[in-house]
């Protein structure tokens, strides 16, 4: 009987073994093996090939190679363990192929690369994720085989559920198998136990998301790419496009009515403001309206050139308390002459794209946009009821604080809230008895235009007195606020080759430096990315208004023997607040002029 002795703490260090001490029960005698034979370049050469064909899962062309080509027939001598780096980075292989498509992915989206306007064949892209998906599946597989292997030849131990457990990386049901909870059950060291468990569990998601993601990345998103850019000449100066006081010597005197007006006149388009009343009080019904009107979110209106938005909404602001006006409203639109440039640069574009040389139909759309140096009128409009009893009625007369206004701003106003329901500053400037003399029928909605004075007014434009259509002697009044301003925002123009005239100008709040409040609310921090009025940070530069411009937005309607203010008043929301109703219209006139 012959006798070997396995000792559990002896490592084998060397690849070849020249020779091995063995005893039998006729004694002990030293018999040296046989040496392995020295292997010729060109059988290492094969061996390498052989070992990166099946390192890919290539057996069956190995088998080809060596059948029907004679490649690689001599056998080679085998070798228990093998120190070779380049063969080890050659079993690598299979890590190169899914890991480069992955890293070519994720450039290609972080980058972008133009691949035309019109992509064929998307269906085989679908292919081509599910063949990386195997490969990436296939090499955390071998990952996982690999340090059971490691753990294996070290000595240690491990649970007979882990050694097939890169099998089972495609399916999910794996992280809740017995398998999976036999190696977590196990008793072998805990830091071996743990490395096991987190390999497995990542490579299981790994191998779940890979797919999707694939997918997602390999499929060509539509978007737009930067074009060039130049420059906008005006025959204008800033002071003249943007003016920070606005007199009314400078309109031509058919403004006075609007049968003759144009783009040039304060009281132009008005009806976009009709229209936005109609729409709202078509929207939503009566008796489900709140304190304030939020649909539609803007309506059209139509320059000389071009087309714009004109945007009314409620006034947010972090100051609003019980006492400032919760209906107050605000209003926004382009600047007509900025957005009738920018439409002539966007008809010279698509001029331009017809001598480019793709065809001309592939261009799809276009977007020109003016990011910096650019203004547009930001208004609000407060306004608050009163009445007055009769001539003899000697109270004075107060406005209502712009909402969002500091209070410390207003330091040397006379503030009350007794005269108004909300905070208001006592104007001496103007009597209840002037109020009464302002011309026009009691029938119909008057209003009488106030220069307020910088002081105590810190932050408004023009205050107005609207006066509400009466039979008897006592008149109810609205008392108004106004603040308007020029304000940094960016203007967005679309156009498309195969569409004749101009698209329609949008824009948004230009804040580059976040000096604006940042709300956690979506519905609010959406609506102060395109409209606000946050006084001293923004609009940055303040207009004061002349009461003979003021005059001219309401202009005169004669086919309709009325004003522009009386006749968008008759459009005003039922079971609300008349003062809604006015804010709405003023701050939407006086951005539009």
């Excluded at 100051?319 to 605000?330: F, G, H, K, R, S």
């Excluded at 109020?435 to 408004?460: A, Q």
């Excluded at 005003?572 to 809604?580: A, V």
Aim: net charge negative; with cysteine; aromatic share 8%.
């Amino acid at each position: 009987m012959s006798k070997v002795k396995y000792d559990d703490q002896t490592r084998i260090e060397e690849a070849e073994i020249a020779s091995i001490q063995w005893t039998s029960s006729w004694g002990s005698v030293d018999k040296p093996l046989p040496t392995t034979p020295k292997v010729t370049r060109s059988q290492q050469s094969i061996t390498y090939v052989k070992g990166t064909l099946r390192s890919l899962g290539l057996n069956v062309l190995v088998y080809v190679l060596q059948h029907c080509f004679g490649f690689g027939l001599e056998e080679i001598p085998k070798k228990a363990f093998h120190r070779d780096r380049l063969m080890a980075l050659l079993r690598a292989s299979i890590h190169i192929l899914p890991f480069t498509v992955a890293l070519v992915e994720i450039i290609i989206n972080c980058r972008g690369y133009y691949v035309g306007a019109n992509i064929n064949g998307l269906s085989y892209l679908q292919f081509a994720a599910k063949l990386h998906e195997m490969a990436m599946q296939s090499s955390l597989a071998v990952i996982v085989f690999g340090y059971v292997r490691h753990v294996l030849f070290s000595g240690d131990a491990l649970p007979i559920g882990a050694l097939l457990s890169g099998l089972q990386l495609p399916q999910i049901s794996y992280l809740w198998s017995m398998e999976l909870w036999g190696i977590a059950s196990s008793r072998i060291p805990c830091h071996r136990k743990i490395i096991t468990i987190t390999l497995i569990v990542v490579a299981v998601l790994l191998a779940s998301a890979v797919g999707p993601s694939s997918a997602i990345l390999l499929i060509p998103n539509l978007d737009y790419w930067p074009a060039g850019s130049t420059h906008i000449y005006m025959n204008i100066t800033a002071q003249d496009l943007w003016p920070t006081k606005v007199e009314g010597s400078i309109l031509p005197q058919h403004c006075a009515q609007v049968s003759n007006v144009s783009d040039e006149c304060p009281s132009s388009e008005w009806q976009a403001i009709s229209n936005y009343l109609s729409l709202a009080n078509g929207i939503i019904p009566a008796e489900l309206m709140g304190g304030f009107a939020v649909s539609p979110f803007s309506v059209q209106v139509t320059g000389e050139g071009s087309l714009r938005q004109l945007i009314i909404q409620r006034h947010i602001h972090d100051n609003m308390t019980a006492l400032y006006d919760q209906a107050a409203a605000q209003a926004t639109t382009q600047h007509s002459a900025v957005a009738d440039a920018l439409s002539a640069t966007s008809a010279l574009w698509n001029i331009a794209l017809q001598y480019s040389e793709s065809p001309f139909f592939d261009q799809r759309d276009a977007v020109q946009s003016i990011i910096a140096d650019n203004y547009q009128p930001y208004t609000l409009a407060s306004c608050g009821a009163d009445v007055i009893m009769d001539e003899t009625d000697d109270r004075p007369v107060a406005f209502p604080i712009p909402p969002g206004t500091p209070l410390e701003m207003l330091s040397e106003a006379n503030v009350t809230d007794s005269l108004l329901a909300m905070y208001a500053i006592e104007y001496p400037g103007i009597t209840r008895s002037d109020i009464l003399n302002t011309p026009g029928p009691k029938s119909d909605y008057r209003i009488k235009w106030v220069e307020l004075p910088e002081r105590p007014f810190k932050g408004s434009s023009i205050g107005a007195v609207i006066l509400q259509p009466t039979t008897n002697q006592t008149q109810g009044i609205m008392l108004c606020n106004m603040a308007a301003g020029w304000g940094s925002s960016s203007m967005n123009m679309s156009s498309s080759p195969s569409a004749s005239g101009t698209g329609l100008a949008s824009s948004n709040i230009y804040d580059p430096d976040q000096r604006l409040p940042q709300y956690d609310d979506y519905a609010k921090m959406v609506a102060n990315k395109v409209i606000t009025f946050d006084l001293p940070l923004f609009p940055e530069r303040q207009i004061s208004i002349s009461e003979s411009w003021a005059k001219a937005l309401d202009a005169e309607v004669p086919r309709m023997n009325t004003t522009v203010f009386n006749a968008l008043m008759a459009q005003k929301f039922e079971r609300q607040e008349e003062t809604t109703s006015a804010n709405i219209i003023l701050a939407g006139l006086l951005a539009n002029g």
